[in-house]
């Protein structure tokens, strides 16, 4: 079956603090890892697409790598308006790719 | 630019009443059209795609239904609401599998 793990569940950083968070997952024939961020009562926005290992993207504070298994999604000296809840997605094995299956999130607070 | 709306933004409905929820994508045309409800600390789920009028997958035996009269229109529907409905409801649109899906607000429905 395929699985999304986020870790942590939650983090809390001071402005300017740097860290990691991880995303692994296990699918047969990966065709893309998917970023999200996710504000409070709003719909996921998109941040990246992953389709290759190694392969890397960055967005301002933020930058994605991904390898065979996982993926990390750095942040740089965030600032407090970085506080989100961070989604990574997968496309599923069956339904040719329609069903993208989501990890938890990672919640996180950035303090100013 | 492409756009995506769903409406209403909040819904309290009774149990056993009827339900529908309303999304519309401008900028762009034939986008498949995704349905997912997001339950609270738990990933997102996907309920219904489409990929064209009138064509509609389901992903999860529910007591709800998806239609799709126009191209850029996608409806949830039911005829009498559970209590586990509640939820937060998303839609979403893509140019076609294994590619970014792009959300909307949200509808956030709760069951009394």
């Known amino acids: 079956e395929d699985q999304v793990t986020q870790s942590p569940e939650a983090l809390r950083l001071q402005e300017g603090e740097s860290s990691s968070l991880n995303c692994s997952y296990t699918?047969?024939?990966?065709?893309?890892l998917f970023w999200y961020r996710q504000d409070p009562g709003k719909g996921p926005e998109f941040l990246f697409t992953?389709?290759?290992a190694g392969e890397e993207k960055e967005k301002e504070r933020l930058k994605a790598t991904l390898t065979k298994k996982e993926s990390f999604l750095h942040i740089t000296a965030p600032k407090p308006e970085d506080s989100a809840t961070y989604l990574c997605?997968?496309?599923?094995?069956?339904?040719?790719?329609?069903?993208?299956?989501f990890g938890p999130g990672t919640r996180l607070s950035v303090l100013p | 630019s492409q756009t995506i709306h769903q409406w209403p933004a909040t819904l309290v409905q009774p149990v056993g009443s009827p339900l529908s929820l309303e999304c519309t994508v401008e900028?762009?045309?034939?986008?498949?059209l995704y349905w997912y409800r997001q339950a609270a600390g738990r990933g997102l789920q996907l309920l219904f795609y489409?990929?064209?009028?009138?064509?509609i997958s389901s992903e999860v035996p529910q007591n709800l239904s998806a239609s799709r009269p126009q191209d850029r229109q996608f409806i949830l529907s039911s005829k009498k609401l559970l209590l586990s409905d509640s939820g937060f409801y998303l839609c979403?649109?893509?140019?076609?599998?294994?590619?970014?899906?792009?959300f909307g607000d949200g509808t956030r429905l709760s069951i009394l």
């Open positions: 489409s990929v064209g009028i009138g064509q």
């Open positions: 900028g762009t045309s034939n986008p498949n």
């Open positions: 992953l389709y290759s």
């Open positions: 997605a997968v496309p599923a094995g069956d339904n040719y790719g329609q069903n993208f299956v």
């Open positions: 979403a649109w893509s140019y076609g599998p294994n590619q970014p899906q792009h």
């Open positions: 699918v047969s024939g990966l065709r893309g």
